[in-house]
Nanobody
């Protein structure tokens, strides 16, 4: 499964961005999908996940600000509102055959990432 992220950019604190994750070869709807992020000098961390049945789960740091959703069978989104400077990171889309795991090691497929920078 090849994943491609888009939608990153530079935004002021309090602003919004919507990230997209798209696959061109196989349907993403048969996998759990997730977003992770990695800030400079830090480990990659879980952000949000959505199961095949649309069950969602979020990291505490983004709950009530970020929303993960599915579009068509090949797309997953991450709507990010009320952005903070600490949200600055490279955001990665990932796919898993599991239910809706939060652990990085359970994801077999990864995109290349998209940079999100939030200025104060």
């Amino acid at each position: 499964v090849q994943l491609v992220e888009s939608g990153g950019g530079l935004v002021q604190a309090g602003g919004s961005l919507k990230l997209s994750c798209t696959t061109s070869r196989r349907t993403l709807s048969t996998y759990a999908a997730a977003w992770f992020r990695q800030a400079p000098g830090k480990e990659r961390e879980f952000v949000a996940t959505i199961s095949r049945s649309y069950t969602t789960s979020y990291a505490d740091s983004v709950k009530d600000r970020f929303t993960i959703s599915r579009g068509n069978e090949m797309t997953v989104f991450l709507q990010m509102n009320s952005l903070k400077p600490e949200d600055t990171a490279v955001y990665y889309c990932a796919a898993s055959s599991g239910f809706a795991p939060r652990r990085l090691v359970e994801y077999s497929y990864w995109g290349q990432g998209t940079q999100v920078t939030v200025s104060s």
